[in-house]
Structure formats: structure tokens, C-alpha cells
Nanobody
């Protein structure tokens, strides 16, 4: 079971990025997907999650709600995190993670047993 996050980079404040999380070795169907980030010197923060139920229930932390959008494409075995209106405080390593189960969408890192390597997002002018 492998996850690979990609799409990070350097972006100016106010800019946008789209992160991808590609799964291999298993099918994403049946799994809840979470996005997390960790800034230097800070704890890992859960920022968004999406279920595999109906059209996909979503959940966002207050720090990103209204600016970030999580989505998934089970056919492509990939999840996405669209980020707009980026701020310097969004600078962090971003990780995707999964947990088996279709409906519960926690934002706690402890709830997710499977993690991918992160992708660095730097928001700076």
C-alpha cells in the first residue's frame, strides 16, 4: 500500500496550487482520505478529509475552510487538494493519508494508519 503526494512548490501569496495523492498497490475505494500538513517547529495538522460515501462528505479545518477543496477520483486512484488564496502561514510539508472505512472523516493524524511521503509547499514573495 503506497501513497505519493505531489504538486508542491513555490508560490506567491494569493496564488494557487493543486496537490495530488496517487495510490498504488490498493484501490482507494472504501478508504477515507485525509490531508495533513506540518510546518517547521509545529505539530502535524489535519486540514481536510473526504469520505467514500455518496458524493463524498468532506471536512475542513478552520484554517483552510473556504480556501482549500478536497476531492477524489476513485477511477484514477487519486485524491486532490486544490488550494487557493495561499498565505505565508500555509507553508508546510503536505501529506496525504488513508484509513479503511467509507463514512467517518476524522482530522486526527492518529486515525490514519497509512501515510505517503510529503510534498513541500512554500508560500513566499
Amino acid at each position: 500500500l503506497q501513497l505519493q503526494a505531489s504538486g508542491g512548490g513555490l508560490v506567491q501569496p494569493g496564488g494557487s496550487l493543486r496537490l495530488s495523492c496517487a495510490a498504488s498497490g490498493f484501490r482507494l475505494a472504501g478508504y477515507t482520505i485525509g490531508w495533513f500538513r506540518q510546518a517547521p517547529g509545529k505539530e502535524r495538522e489535519g486540514i481536510s478529509s473526504i469520505s467514500d460515501y455518496h458524493s463524498g462528505d468532506t471536512r475542513y479545518s478552520s484554517s483552510v475552510k473556504g480556501r482549500f477543496t478536497i476531492s477524489r477520483d476513485n477511477a484514477k486512484n487519486t485524491a486532490f487538494l486544490q488550494m487557493i488564496s495561499l498565505r505565508s502561514e500555509d507553508t508546510a510539508i503536505y501529506y496525504c493519508a488513508v484509513r479503511f472505512g467509507r463514512t467517518v472523516i476524522p482530522l486526527s493524524a492518529a486515525a490514519y494508519p497509512y501515510w505517503g511521503q510529503g510534498t513541500l509547499v512554500t508560500v513566499s514573495s
